[in-house]
């Protein structure tokens, strides 16, 4: 079953039409704000029920959460320990099978985590033996300022209502607190789609899956602006690092290895760009966005 939607940011309902996704679905643009996302949509309750039991695996396998991103939650706790010295308590949500929650703990960060996944979720509980809960933040129900630091790698965009997510963390977290995020570049994959679009899909040729839209995904104007609604303030926002190899087959016919030059071209020119805008242009497919709760 299908739901259409307003915008998450603005609440508006004047959608712009941008690429199909299937025969029943698209992905647009707000007019007012200019968040993208797919209207309509399966009902949330849908997809939650398809997540637990392990049939949308995808984000799940080995080579994608560890093979492929060991290097990125190496990277980005570095990062995040810059903004909070003092290691306290730690909330990954989406976390996966807690590959970055363990290197957290081992850090001495206290840690947590929210997956709904099962396979993911009990191998997070027994194997690495993990305080992660396998339900929804807002079932959870934390206490109020609770947490120093919130994650969410690659997480925002796939959830169904954002704007609320961020609230809720706002709440749960200590005054100057943390929530950190890696998020796909709504601005270079709707370029990149409408791009194909208008070369008549070449990647179909060449076996090619050069780009993946979730529910949501975010510029690095539209999440600040989403930021400082939930009550964010001091929103930084970086190139990321990309992940490694091709863990998603991406490249199709030519392989790993291009894709690796490939990356690395992408991620020294997105830099470069970076830099000499003044930190304002991002052409990375994915970025980095650290913000604050306030003091009180």
């Given at each position: 079953?299908?739901?259409y939607?307003?915008?998450?940011?603005?609440?508006?309902?004047?959608?712009?039409?941008?690429?199909?996704?299937?025969?029943?679905?698209?992905?647009?643009?707000?007019?007012?704000?200019?968040l993208?996302?797919?209207?309509?949509?399966?009902?949330?309750?849908?997809?939650?029920?398809?997540i637990?039991?392990?049939?949308?695996?995808?984000?799940?396998?080995k080579?994608?959460?560890?093979d492929?991103?060991?290097?990125?939650?190496?990277s980005?706790?570095?990062?995040?320990?810059?903004y909070?010295?003092?290691?306290?308590?730690?909330?990954d949500?989406g976390?996966?099978?807690?590959?970055f929650l363990?290197m957290?703990?081992?850090?001495?960060?206290?840690?947590?985590?929210?997956?709904?996944?099962?396979s993911a979720?009990?191998?997070?509980?027994?194997?690495?033996?993990?305080?992660?809960?396998?339900?929804?933040?807002?079932?959870?129900?934390?206490?109020?300022?609770?947490?120093?630091?919130?994650?969410?790698?690659?997480?925002?965009?796939?959830?169904?209502?954002?704007?609320?997510?961020?609230k809720?963390?706002?709440?749960?977290?200590?005054?100057?607190?943390?929530?950190?995020?890696?998020?796909?570049?709504?601005?270079?994959h709707v370029?990149?789609?409408?791009?194909?679009?208008?070369?008549?899909?070449?990647?179909?040729?060449?076996?090619?899956?050069?780009?993946?839209?979730?529910n949501?995904?975010?510029?690095?104007?539209?999440?600040k602006?989403?930021?400082?609604?939930?009550?964010?303030?001091?929103?930084k926002i970086?190139?990321?690092?990309?992940?490694?190899?091709?863990?998603?087959?991406?490249?199709?016919?030519?392989?790993?290895?291009?894709?690796?030059?490939i990356?690395?071209?992408?991620?020294?020119?997105?830099q470069?760009?970076?830099?000499?805008?003044?930190?304002?242009?991002?052409?990375?497919?994915?970025?980095l966005?650290?913000?604050?709760?306030?003091?009180?």
């Open positions: 079953m299908l739901e939607i307003n915008c998450n940011l603005c609440g508006s309902n004047n959608f712009k039409i941008l690429f199909p996704v299937d025969s029943s679905t698209y992905i647009g643009r707000c007019k007012d704000c200019g993208v996302f797919r209207n309509p949509r399966v009902l949330e309750s849908e997809i939650l029920r398809e637990s039991l392990d049939r949308i695996i995808c984000e799940h396998e080579k994608a959460w560890f492929s991103k060991i290097h990125l939650f190496k980005n706790l570095k990062r995040l320990e810059r909070i010295p003092n290691k306290g308590r730690l909330l949500l976390c996966g099978y807690g590959i363990k957290a703990k081992d850090r001495g960060w206290q840690v947590e985590g929210i997956e709904i996944a099962q979720l009990r191998y997070a509980q027994e194997v690495l033996g993990l305080k992660v809960y396998g339900t929804t933040l807002k079932e959870v129900r934390f206490p109020d300022k609770y947490f120093d630091v919130v994650t969410l790698w690659e997480v925002l965009g796939q959830l169904y209502d954002p704007q609320g997510t961020l809720e963390i706002n709440r749960i977290l200590k005054p100057e607190g943390l929530i950190a995020l890696r998020l796909h570049n709504a601005d270079f370029s990149l789609q409408l791009l194909l679009e208008r070369l008549n899909h070449p990647e179909k040729k060449l076996g090619l899956l050069p780009t993946v839209f979730h949501y995904n975010f510029s690095p104007l539209t999440i602006l989403m930021l400082k609604e939930a009550g964010f303030q001091e929103i970086y190139v990321s690092e990309f992940t490694k190899g091709d863990p998603y087959g991406s490249a199709g016919i030519f392989g790993d290895k291009v894709m690796r030059l990356k690395v071209i992408l991620f020294y020119l997105s470069i760009i970076y830099y000499i805008s003044f930190k304002r242009w991002i052409i990375a497919p994915s970025f966005v650290f913000a604050r709760k306030p003091k009180e």
